[in-house]
């Protein structure tokens, strides 16, 4: 009968150990093709997880290959989605939950506890007992303990997902950033040039006798104001350049980059735009929101249940009693909730499971009013683009050539030329750094949706470079 | 070749036939007012014996014994040179008015349409006649409402040159270009007679750069002077047979005094708008100073053949417009900077280190702003004359049957300028 029992509890044994032995391997990579597949379906660009494999060099390889040349905003992007090391240290989430995933799986490890107790007095024999026993709550609920933890791994990937469109974003920002601070600072070094002029002019005027110390010293004080203003915009070139670095993940040598330095011009029509906050359902932060709520109900559903069984503990029990009699059985440990009945821990998984559906109406309602931001700013900024390309610097063109017949004809001096030149250059400022607003406006409408925004023909809006500069002022007929 | 006097007097007497004199060259087309024919009455076309420059006389109708004139206070365009057209107000289509000529006793009536769009009225400046009819709208009559057209008569009791100008909303009325000449011709025969007689308008206008209309606010910053509403090299020249005894009677209505300077010659002020002046009160002048609302006539035999200079003595005056505070550049070394800004400036071209004669040549090929002259240009047979506003030139010829452009004088030789050395 014994022997019975003891074959058959042995082959329960068995049979489970069998099951759950299935998995125990941790691929932390698994949930990655995943991550791959939908970064490349939303914003068309390519991630690898550095892990030390022969992968690795070819990664390196593409890096240094894009550096070679002047950097456009694909290669920028590739190169940070590729390099970035706060990005790779995410991914690691990855391999944490497809841990925590196997561990899910697998059974509290059998115990076996053994005593040798030896009389004190004679002639009893030693006290043998070993038992074997087995934590066997976690059998019950091993698969739900399972689906909560595969949940939890889809939260992680899409949250994963989440950081890698973050970071194009911010890549987005920082490159139009670089690129507007770098034509803001050649408008300011222009809108300088002239001032200089000015003042070397006054300079002549003042070794001839015609122009007195008080106006030397004014022109002299413009000029050298607008020198300061070079300074300072050169300082926020350098700025963008190390935040945009920093985002690349390049140090040293590979620092040395360049970027066009012209922002590209604004597409001619706008990519289709309707509908876009249905777009919100899909985003991965609130798709990961909505998981984690998926898996926190699970949880809570596993929780309400699990605390009628805190803890219940089977096992065989063997004794030698002193009088050397083997006695064996049945164990039981069993948790008596006296004091703690679970109902905290219901409720703990209760708040958590509204918070996160609280969350994910905040985000939800976020999410929208971002898009609705972004396409308001988008919209604008391409307003105030055209208004300045197409009406203010072409009426500043004019003050200057109507200014310069004026000159011509002996009614104004050289100064007020050069001070109608200035305006025009204003004007290219107010111009450049609408463009860049509409860019970074873009892109964070892109990141409110998820995706990259494409033209009816499949085609990216990434125009060709150059298109943003400053139009050449019409020459005169000679002289 | 009749006298002026024998011309009037044949128009006396045209009575009911219609007469037509041979017009004399001028620069403007046929002056007739708009109501041409009439049934009962001649249309005397007068046979002006004063030649306005630039302008015309206004012919007049003798109805009953009256010499009825038409005159039609409108807005016009008027060509200060070739270049330069600017919106002004004047009569019977053009400023200055046309040139009123009539004779001592004469009486006159003028009937005055006003097709402005406001009131105005005609003040017959320097002119004894009844207070009625004097034309100060408010003091002696109702103003001349748009549309409306009234009638002044008096008879002429006095000879000399006199002026006719609005006197309702003057000011702008006037520097829009509303003014005209009056001529009454003496009765009695004038000793010695006058060959040949020019009427000229001194004006100042204030036409900003690029602009086309006249700024009737401003008071003392004018840029156009003008001889008959024309700026040089737009002004039509004065054409003079060698020996005859010329006048030139000059009016000025601007808001500066002029001196009005001739060369080659120097003569009397033989009269004003108060009248004759006594022979042994004339004294010899080369330039006449025409005070604001004045006339002067002066006189003098033209006997020194050739191409004489006829300006106004301010410097300013005799050049179109220009800036008046801009940085002075004379004698500046522009040359470092001038490539440095034009550079930022295509176009531009540093000007004036040497003067403002350079400034000339470069306008030639250089663009400026519209409708806009350069300060100064013109060519003579020697070269660039380089003048602008209150400029004309005397052109006195021996032996000319007629007063066409003769062209540039021709020199007799060793009466030029030459070069000795270097």
Known sequence: MRKEIRKRLCAIAMASSSIVLGCTTVEPKRGFADVQNAVAGRIDHEVEWDQGTQQDAHVRESVERLLTDELGLEAALQIALLNNPTLQATYEELGVAQADLVQAGLLRNPVFSGFARVPRGSPSQTNLEFDVAQEFVGLLFLPARRRVASANFEARKLHVIDAVLDLAARVKAAYFGLQASENVADVVRASADVATASAELAAKMHEAGNFGDLELARERALATELGLDVERRRGEVEIAREILTRLMGLTGDEASWSVPPRLPAIPREEPPLDDLERAALTRPDIAAVRQEADTLRDALGLTRLSRWFPFVELGIDNERDTRGQWVHGPNVSLQLPVFDRGEAGVARAESELRRSEKRLVALGVAARSEIREAQSRMARARRLAETASGSLIPLRQEVVSRALERYNYMFVGASDLLAAKRDELEAYRIYVTSVRDYWVARSDLERAVGWTLKHPQGVSAEPAQSSARPPSHPSHGGN | ?422
């Not at chain 2, 003091?139 to 040159?161: C, D, K, M, S, V």
């Not at chain 2, 050049?319 to 004379?330: R, S, W, Y």
């Not at chain 2, 440095?340 to 090929?365: C, F, K, N, V």
Request: glycine share 12%; hydrophobic share 35%; charged share 20%.
């Open chain 2, 1 to 422: 070749m009749s006298t002026r006097r024998q011309v009037l007097a044949s128009l006396l007497f045209a009575g009911g036939a219609a007469a037509f004199g041979r017009r004399r060259g001028e620069a403007a087309g046929e002056e007739r007012s708009s109501s041409s024919t009439l049934q009962d009455s001649a249309i005397v076309s007068a046979r002006p014996a004063v030649v306005t420059p630039n302008g015309a006389s206004l012919p007049f109708v003798m109805k009953d014994g009256v010499k009825e004139f038409r005159l039609i206070a409108e807005p016009v365009e008027r060509e200060f040179a070739p270049g330069m057209k600017v919106k002004c107000w004047g009569y019977n289509g053009r400023t200055p008015g046309p040139t009123i000529e009539a004779v001592e006793g004469d009486r006159v009536r003028f009937l005055v349409a006003n097709r402005l769009p406001e009131s105005t009225s005609i003040h017959w400046h320097g002119i004894i006649l009844p207070n009625g009819m004097d034309g100060v709208s408010g003091l002696n009559q109702r103003e001349i409402r748009p549309g409306e057209t009234y009638a002044y008569e008096f008879t002429l009791r006095q000879h000399g040159t006199h002026m006719y100008h609005p006197h309702a909303d003057e000011m702008l009325q006037m520097a829009v270009g509303m003014m005209g000449m009056f001529v009454i011709h003496p009765r009695q025969r004038e000793d010695p007679p006058v060959d040949r007689e020019f009427a000229l308008m001194l004006h100042a206008f204030a036409v900003h750069p690029g602009t086309y209309r006249p700024d009737p606010s401003i008071m003392t910053e004018f840029n156009m002077f003008t001889f008959n509403s024309r700026v040089f090299p737009g002004t039509e020249p004065l054409v003079v047979r060698a020996g005859q005894r010329v006048r030139i009677r000059i009016g000025n209505l601007s808001m500066d005094e002029h001196p009005i300077h001739i060369h080659g010659h120097s003569f009397r002020v033989t009269g004003t708008d108060g009248g004759p002046v006594p022979k042994s009160a004339q004294w010899p002048e080369t330039t006449v100073l025409v005070p604001v609302g004045s006339t002067r006539d002066m006189e003098f035999v033209a006997d020194n053949p050739g191409d004489w200079a006829l300006h106004c003595h301010k410097s300013h005056h005799a050049m179109n417009a220009m800036g008046h505070g801009i940085p002075n550049v004379l004698g500046v070394d522009q040359s470092a900077v001038e490539k440095r800004i034009a550079e930022l400036l295509p176009g531009y071209t540093a000007m004036g280190e040497s003067g403002m004669a350079e400034h000339s040549a470069h306008a030639q090929h250089m663009p400026g702003p519209k409708n806009t002259l350069p300060m100064m240009r013109g060519r003579g047979p020697f070269g660039p004359l380089d003048m602008g506003g209150m400029f004309t030139v005397v052109k006195i010829r021996d032996g000319i049957t007629g007063y066409d452009d003769p062209g540039w004088y021709r020199h007799p030789p060793g009466t030029v300028a030459w070069r000795v050395q270097g």
